[in-house]
């Protein structure tokens, strides 16, 4: 698929532009500057078009050949200000830190922790042990998954200091906390940078220490 076709700048230059946005701690007019300092002049406000656009379908990409997961979940949720209110992060990784799923949400409740259990069984099939913390908008989503039929051989573990792992997790996106503008926009930024995040930790995961190249996963990704 042509993820290009019609853009006024080549492939490479929006590439290069996303991954620096998705991947650092940067502004946009900072990715302005880099660019400009390879002698390639872009609007910081079309940077922002292309992360917006690139960002879901980085994501989609990622998820498709994201389909294995160790039996062992942690999910746990973190707070995003949009508009000076705050939403919720959904996430969940597995026994290793390799991210399984994210999903912003405008409210922490039942109806949203059990509409992201689901995405996760669709995603991944059941585990042996999903372990949260005591919120009782989660507790009450698994109880009535399991009154359904699902998540049936799954033990829940509700246990704060075992979800430690997704609790530290979370400072990297809380870390890039942005001044977002609207949930849909906050949502497309997150999921192209969580895919960056979750691509960095697989690298490292796979015993390569050096050399992780956010140009080069986000070519491969959009060559798919």
């Known amino acids: 698929m042509n993820h290009f076709k019609g853009k006024q700048f080549q492939k490479d230059v929006i590439i290069l532009a996303v991954s620096y946005y998705l991947r650092f701690n940067l502004s946009y007019r ?14 910081y406000s079309t940077i922002q078009r292309w992360v917006k656009e690139y960002g879901p379908v980085l994501c989609q990409l990622w998820k498709k050949k994201n389909k294995s997961a160790s039996s062992h979940w942690k999910m746990d949720e973190t707070y995003i200000k949009i508009k000076g209110k705050y939403h919720y992060l959904y996430r ?23 509409a992201f259990f689901k995405r996760l069984l669709k995603q991944f099939g059941e585990p042996r ?16 998954l399991q009154k359904q039929g ?12 075992l979800n430690n792992l997704i609790e530290q ?13 609207s949930l849909r926009s906050a949502a497309a930024t997150i999921k192209g940078m969580e895919t960056l995040h979750a691509l960095y930790k697989k690298h490292r995961r796979d015993g390569n220490l050096f050399g992780f190249s956010a140009l080069n996963e986000v070519t491969n990704l959009l060559a798919a």
């Open 169 to 181: 997790d979370h400072r990297k996106i809380k870390m890039r906390s942005k001044s977002y503008k």
């Open 150 to 161: 699902k998540y049936k051989k799954t033990e829940h573990r509700r246990i704060k200091y």
């Open 129 to 144: 042990v999903v372990v949260t913390d005591k919120a009782p908008s989660i507790i009450a989503a698994f109880t009535k």
């Open 30 to 43: 900072d990715v302005q500057e880099l660019l400009s300092d390879r002698g390639i002049e872009v609007c």
């Open 92 to 114: 969940a990784i597995d026994a290793q830190g390799m991210t399984l799923d994210i999903w912003l949400r405008r409210k922490r409740d039942t109806q949203s922790a059990h």
